[in-house]
Structure formats: structure tokens, C-alpha cells
T-cell receptor, first 109, second 113 residues
Framework: GQNIDQPTEMTATEGAIVQINCTYQTSGFNGLFWYQQHAGEAPTFLSYNVLDGLEEKGRFSSFLSRSKGYSYLLLKELQMKDSASYLCAVLDSNYQLIWGAGTKLIIKP | NAGVTQTPKFRVLKTGQSMTLLCAQDMNHEYMYWYRQDPGMGLRLIHYSVGEGTTAKGEVPDGYNVSRLKKQNFLLGLESAAPSQTSVYFC????????????FGPGTRLTVL
């Protein structure tokens, strides 16, 4: 079967750095997405990786290793507004998105 | 430019009742999707469409039907609601293909008693 694993919940301090990991086992791979979802709201796009390596976008960076079936989202200079769930999703061989259950990130002052 | 809108935002149904959820997008996107989101689980794809007049089944299509008569609209129907269909339903659209960013509507919270 297809599987996306993320930690259920993480806690970090305002101003710090946090890394959210995602491991996947899917039938094929055509890219990996990260989305942010605030409580009670819709998911919004953060990043898309299809090649190995690190993609940096402001305070957020996303890393992919296809050989290890692994990605992480790195958030720097954490702000209270970063408190949200972070969803990892993989595009499989049929170009269907397989979603992880999400990681709830709690930021403490 | 409203993006993706969903109607209604909240709904309570009794078991066996029917309803239609409407999704509309004004971005001229080809692809549209219906997902459900349940606590502790990832988003699950119900049905999707790759263009006007086309629909296809996703991961969990049973109990749902869809139609895409106009490019901007994607309707999700529940013919006979069941308590297992209590969920938050999200519609999303994407430009030209599966690798394009999906833009989500605000969601519909459905409770089936």
C-alpha cells in the first residue's frame, strides 16, 4: 500500500528553527508537495520538490531525497502565525496526490 | 478574483437525505478535485475532473456522485447520506495538470445525524 508518515505534533519556540520530516512509500513518484493549514481553514501551497536537494523560499525551505523516500520542511525564525498543520503529499505514478495526516506545529512564546 | 468558493459552509443532514455541494472557481483552471478531511487522517480524494464534461473516481468515491457541466463549477452529490459521511469537504482546482499547485476552497463542514 501507499504510505506517508509525518509526526503527529511538534512544539517549538518563537524565533527558533524547526524541521518537520516526511517519509513516503508510494507506487512511483512525480513530486512532493508541502501545504500549510491553519485550524479551520483551507490548505495553502508552500513548496513543490521533484528533484533531490534543498529549495529555499524565504523563511521556509524544503528538502527531498528520492532514494531515501524522505523530505523535510525547515521553518526558520518561527513566528506565532506559523502555528498550523503542515501537510506532506506525494504525487504517485498515476499522478494522484497521496496525503499524509499532517503535523500540528505548536509555537510557544 | 474570488479564487475557489464553496457552498454551503455548514450543513446538517439526517440519514438518508440528499444534498449537493457546489464548488466554483474563477481562475480558468482545467483540473478540479473533491476531498474529504477527517481527524487524524490525510485528505482523501473522492472524485476529480481534468476538464469540462469529464469526471473520474478517486480513492473514496462510494456514496458520492459528481458533475462538471461547466468548466468553472464542480458539483458533489450525496444521494443518501450516512453518518460515515460526516466530514469536512474541500474542493480544489489546479491549472493544467497534476503537478500544478492546487488551490483550495474554504471547506464545507457536513454533519449527518
Amino acid at each position: 500500500g501507499q504510505n506517508i508518515d509525518q509526526p503527529t505534533e511538534m512544539t517549538a519556540t518563537e524565533g527558533a528553527i524547526v524541521q518537520i520530516n516526511c517519509t513516503y512509500q508510494t507506487s512511483g513518484f512525480n513530486g512532493l508537495f508541502w501545504y500549510q493549514q491553519h485550524a479551520g481553514e483551507a490548505p495553502t501551497f508552500l513548496s513543490y520538490n521533484v528533484l533531490d536537494g534543498l529549495e529555499e523560499k524565504g523563511r521556509f525551505s524544503s528538502f527531498l531525497s528520492r532514494s531515501k523516500g524522505y523530505s523535510y520542511l525547515l521553518l526558520k525564525e518561527l513566528q506565532m502565525k506559523d502555528s498550523a498543520s503542515y501537510l506532506c503529499a506525494v504525487l504517485d505514478s498515476n499522478y494522484q496526490l497521496i496525503w499524509g495526516a499532517g503535523t500540528k506545529l505548536i509555537i510557544k512564546p | 478574483n474570488a479564487g475557489v468558493t464553496q457552498t454551503p459552509k455548514f450543513r446538517v443532514l439526517k440519514t438518508g437525505q440528499s444534498m449537493t455541494l457546489l464548488c466554483a472557481q474563477d481562475m480558468n483552471h482545467e483540473y478540479m478535485y473533491w476531498y474529504r478531511q477527517d481527524p487524524g487522517m490525510g485528505l482523501r480524494l473522492i472524485h476529480y475532473s481534468v476538464g469540462e464534461g469529464t469526471t473520474a473516481k478517486g480513492e473514496v468515491p462510494d456514496g458520492y456522485n459528481v458533475s462538471r457541466l461547466k468548466k468553472q463549477n464542480f458539483l458533489l452529490g450525496l444521494e443518501s447520506a450516512a453518518p460515515s459521511q460526516t466530514s469536512v469537504y474541500f474542493c480544489a482546482s489546479a491549472g493544467q495538470g497534476a503537478t500544478d499547485t492546487q488551490y483550495f476552497g474554504p471547506g464545507t463542514r457536513l454533519t449527518v445525524l
